[in-house]
Structures are given as structure tokens and as C-alpha cells.
């Protein structure tokens, strides 16, 4: 809003912001991420132990009490959730476990209480407790980004053999998610990367259902500086 205040001085015109809804009113975009876990659970043998971390950016939310976050992410989230225990339920795996964690400000400073649950937390668990396989949906993001792949990674690979900060992203192809693999002490951690390329088709159609609701309504001019309102 800074940015479209500074143009307008520069420019003596008025723009008038219309904001959508949340993308979360538009159903489609809750099959995202069960699309995608859905092509990786057909990876795997029957019978194995599968466990899914469903992670978030995170908050230290006991500090925030007022961010919005909190009042408006359940819409967004729990019909995620709801997927995604669907499409595990199809399958004939030995044992399944579905959780949501966060990938940030779950750590002792932020969340001395323990409240929340760190995704780095949750992939020692499902080690710890013996799945084949844990696999990490980072459902709050839409494609790679410096979150995701550094600072996100740093926090939730910590104390994994092998990992190393200073290595290199090997990623070049963004119509293809990137994904990462480890097999620590039996159990596989997959990162099962974001919706781009073919994954990306139900954001794209969130997107454009979100605009269409705007602009399918009529619009009546008001004023000499070009407001316009939208007609009930």
C-alpha cells in the first residue's frame, strides 16, 4: 500500500484498491497438496510405515495473540488436513500418521511451552518411532523460494547426517518440484517439494475463481478521478 501511495502523489491519481476474498474460500485450492502426496504415496510399497508432516512457515503465536494468522489460517488449513488423512486412508500402508507442524519459532526461546510442534521435531519422532517413511509437505508456500530452501532447511534438517548449510541448491528446472531425500537410520525423510508445473493448475484456478468474483460484478463509475464501486 506504501508503494501505490507514493505513485499516486507522484501521478495525482487515486487507485482504488479492491482486495479478493481468501484464496481458502475457493475449495479448489485445498486439492493441491493432496494431488501431490497422493503421486508420492504411489511410490511406495504396501505395508510400509508412513508418516506426513504437513508443515507451516510458524509464528511465535503466544507473542502475536493479535495476528491475523490465527483467526483466518484455519479455513486454509484444516481442509488441507482433511485431504490429506483422506488420501493417506486409501492406501494399504502398515501404519500412517499425519501431523501439522511448523518450521519455524517452534524452538525453546519461541515456544518454551512446547505448544507447537517444530518439523524438525516431527521428522525425529517418525525416525525415532520407526516409519519407513516421513514425508514433508511444506503446505503453506506455492513455489521455491529463500525460505524454503535455506533458512526453512537449516531449521529443519538440523542434526541430520550429511547436511550441510554451505551446500549448493542443485535446482534449475522450476516446472518440476524439487525434492530432497535422506535415509536417516532406516527411516526416509522426503522433502516432497512445492506445486509447480503440472501441481500448480489448482492455485491457478483459485486464483482466477478469486478475480472472476470481482470482476463479474458490475462496476459503476464514480467521480472524475476514476474510483469505481462495486455493484451490490
Known amino acids: 500500500m506504501h508503494y501505490i501511495h507514493e505513485w499516486e502523489e507522484a501521478n495525482d491519481k487515486h487507485i482504488k484498491t479492491i482486495m479478493t476474498q481468501n484464496l481458502a474460500n ?9 494431488i501431490m502426496l497422493r503421486d508420492r504415496l504411489d511410490q511406495l510399497p504396501r505395508g510400509s510405515g508412513v508418516k506426513v508432516v504437513a508443515s ?17 489460517s484455519p479455513d486454509y488449513i484444516d481442509p488441507i488436513m482433511e485431504k490429506l488423512n483422506s488420501v493417506v486412508a486409501e492406501y494399504d500402508f ?28 516431527a521428522f525425529w519422532n517418525g525416525i525415532e518411532d520407526g516409519y519407513d517413511y516421513v514425508i514433508n509437505l ?8 529463500t525460505d524454503t530452501m535455506f533458512s526453512h532447511a537449516m531449521y529443519n534438517y538440523e542434526g541430520f547426517p550429511g547436511f550441510n548449510i554451505y551446500d549448493p541448491v542443485d535446482y534449475s528446472d522450476w516446472t518440476m518440484p524439487y525434492t ?23 492455485i491457478v484456478e483459485a486464483y482466477f475463481q478469486a478475480m472472476d468474483a470481482i470482476l463479474a ?14 455493484a451490490n
Open 26 to 34: 475457493f475449495p479448489i485450492v485445498h486439492e493441491t497438496y493432496a
Open 56 to 72: 507451516v512457515h510458524g509464528m511465535a503465536w503466544d507473542l502475536v495473540p493479535n495476528e491475523a494468522w490465527i483467526e483466518l
Open 94 to 121: 502398515g501404519r500412517t500418521q499425519v501431523v501439522q507442524s511448523q518450521d519455524h519459532f517452534a524452538d525453546p526461546h519461541n515456544n518454551p511451552n512446547g505448544t507447537y510442534l517444530s518439523t524438525n521435531k
Open 138 to 145: 511444506p503446505i503453506e508456500f506455492f513455489a521455491e523460494n
Open 180 to 202: 530432497k531425500t535422506f535415509d536417516i537410520e532406516g527411516t526416509k525423510v522426503i522433502y516432497n517439494g512445492l506445486p509447480v508445473g503440472k501441481y500448480n493448475k489448482p
Open 217 to 230: 460484478r458490475s462496476l459503476t463509475p464514480l467521480g472524475a478521478k476514476g474510483d469505481v464501486a462495486l
